[in-house]
């Protein structure tokens, strides 16, 4: 129902982001589905493992190689951590709170974001697209915005918060470590740095 995010593992199975279903399926090589997390039909914010965790309309989803999914939870406006054997939990964002913030992770606030990935360090980095902003949740566990001011829009090339978005959405980490993302309000496809620079 709304299917959303993909991440293909190395046996060939992918995993889906069933967004209006609030579930993340799972799709074998052999073309078996079954949900690997969260309670179809019913959103919420609730850590568990498999379908006693509960989701509100995930979206884009990331594979790191120790099989450890990340889940960007648009509708609670957290990042989830999905660790192998189903085991849901919220990485980043406060529960049942909407806003912009910076800071530790589990204090720091979130707006609708939609898109995830992962870098070669293990840094995530997230569209938080209500907020118009290019997040990174480090290694370290602190979220901070390098690009974008957070819940100001617009269209503008420049480094941190002289940088504006209007609604990112897609964001995937290129072989050069730069990010490209879909600033889907304006219409164009734009790089960012590791360091904030946008164009």
Do not use: E, K, M
Not at 72 to 87: K, V
Not at 146 to 168: I, K, M, Q, Y
Request: charged share 10%; net charge negative.
């Amino acid at each position: 129902n709304a299917p959303y995010g993909l991440a293909v593992d190395g046996t060939g199975g992918t995993y889906i982001a069933d967004s209006q279903n609030h579930t993340i399926r799972y799709l074998a090589a052999d073309g078996t589905v079954s949900t690997y997390a969260g309670l179809a039909g019913t959103p919420g914010l609730v850590d568990g493992t498999g379908t006693s965790a509960q989701f509100n309309q995930p979206n884009g989803i990331a594979l790191a190689p120790n099989g450890t999914l990340y889940v960007a939870d648009y509708g609670n406006s957290c990042i989830r951590a999905i660790a192998q054997g189903a085991n849901v939990t919220r990485l980043a964002g406060q529960a049942n709170a909407h806003g912009f913030a910076d800071g530790s992770a589990l204090s720091a606030l979130f707006n609708l974001p939609v898109g995830i990935t992962l870098d070669a360090a293990g840094v995530l980095w997230i569209t938080d697209t209500h907020n118009h902003a290019i997040r990174r949740l480090g290694a370290d566990g602190t979220v901070s915005t390098p690009a974008g001011s957070g819940g100001n829009v617009g269209n503008a090339d420049g480094t941190g918060t002289a940088a504006l978005f209007r609604l990112p959405c897609g964001i995937v980490t290129a072989p050069s470590g730069n990010l490209v993302v879909a600033d889907t309000g304006n219409h164009l496809l734009r790089t960012v740095t590791p360091a904030g620079v946008a164009s």
